[in-house]
């Protein structure tokens, strides 16, 4: 099980863990939600190209598994990132 993200112009980028926040004050007084980080976090992507996913919140489950294998950048790099398939 993954929780939903983002949505890019191609693909869900999903976590495997649920993302809290927190409020922070800011120098200015400002007060904003920050996201905290959790040990251990992966990020997914599943590639969906052009379809429509429909309206999606921050931490809504998503019937995916994540994989071992991570996504490479245009150079061949190993990025963070790691690909997700369909339960």
Same mark, same amino acid.
């Given at each position: 099980?993954?929780?939903? &993200?983002?949505?890019?112009?191609?693909?869900?980028?999903?976590?495997?863990?649920?993302?809290?926040?927190?409020?922070?004050?800011?120098? %200015?007084?400002?007060?904003?939600?920050?996201?905290?980080?959790?040990?251990?976090?992966?990020?997914?992507?599943?590639?969906?190209?052009?379809?429509?996913?429909?309206?999606?919140?921050?931490?809504?489950?998503?019937?995916? %598994?994540?994989?071992?294998?991570?996504?490479?950048?245009?150079?061949? %790099?190993?990025?963070?990132? &790691?690909?997700?398939?369909?339960?």
């Amino acid at each position: 099980m993954m929780y939903f &993200y983002k949505k890019t112009d191609k693909a869900i980028i999903c976590t495997t863990e649920t993302l809290a926040t927190k409020s922070v004050k800011l120098p %200015n007084g400002n007060v904003i939600q920050s996201r905290v980080q959790v040990d251990g976090l992966k990020f997914g992507v599943l590639a969906v190209g052009d379809q429509e996913v429909g309206e999606l919140k921050v931490g809504d489950k998503l019937p995916f %598994n994540i994989t071992d294998s991570q996504v490479m950048d245009q150079e061949g %790099n190993p990025t963070t990132l &790691y690909w997700c398939t369909p339960e």
